[in-house]
């Protein structure tokens, strides 16, 4: 049959038509944001939600640069390989596990700020600075790098005995029992604990303020993409004053 030329030109321009309304409105891909239970930076609520500050701030970049997302609670040292892996997207924390070297997108403005402390027990001698701890006995909670500073912690030239915790009330119940001097653990999950299990003999020394940022998956195809969408939207939701500079 003999396509009529006239007829054949509307044909094709709708087909190219239709071609380019598709790709303006194709759809992102879907984001897997990876988090652990640290409240309130993050943590999964009864009805199996998650929550936490920087959980809304996931939702609120993400859903402004147009990305459907969902959020995975896994422990620490998974959540990491899971990153590196490409089965997480994005995690929003501390770049500085050494898994993330090479693998990840690091984005450069600090989303938030996470206070590290040593703990210790009234009549234990009290810690200034990052060198009282070694030599000495240390609780640590199991996966977690404390901003790189586990390196120096693991030195054999620095006599330190590490023992691991599973979660911040295993590593408060371990200090309160005396099984170690110190504990390394962050402002807010502690502020929870402390919360079901009081300690008024605790004492604290603020050792490091460590910066979060959005930490992307390399695997993911459009990473550099992501992180720029991501940085985008952070800009403008501390210019409308919706999250604090």
Request: charge should be neutral; charged fraction near 20%.
């Amino acid at each position: 049959m003999r396509l009529d030329p006239i007829r054949g030109w509307v044909m094709a321009l709708g087909v190219l038509m239709a071609t380019t309304v598709w790709a303006g409105t194709a759809e992102k891909q879907l984001v897997t944001v990876g988090y652990i239970e640290f409240p309130p930076v993050f943590w999964t609520a009864p009805d199996h939600t998650p929550k936490g500050y920087l959980i809304d701030l996931a939702r609120m970049t993400l859903e402004r640069a147009g990305y459907p997302w969902k959020a995975v609670s896994r422990p620490t040292r998974r959540m990491a390989v899971e990153l590196v892996d490409g089965r997480i997207d994005l995690w929003i924390g501390l770049p500085t596990l050494p898994e993330f070297e090479g693998t990840t997108l690091v984005g450069p403005s600090t989303v938030a700020t996470i206070e590290l402390n040593a703990y210790w027990m009234s009549g234990t001698p009290p810690v200034d600075e990052w060198s009282d701890l070694y030599g000495d006995s240390v609780i640590v909670l199991h996966g977690y790098s404390y901003g790189g500073r586990i390196v120096d912690l693991k030195d054999p030239a620095y006599h330190t005995r590490l023992y691991e915790a599973y979660s911040h009330e295993q590593g408060l119940a371990m200090l309160r029992a005396n099984r170690c001097n110190y504990l390394l653990d962050y402002t807010g999950p502690m502020r929870s604990v402390l919360g079901k299990m009081p300690t008024p003999e605790l004492r604290k020394f603020r050792l490091q303020a460590l910066d979060a940022h959005f930490v992307v998956s390399k695997k993911r195809p459009d990473a550099p993409q992501l992180l720029k969408d991501l940085e985008q939207a952070y800009a403008e939701l501390v210019a409308e004053g919706r999250w604090p500079k």
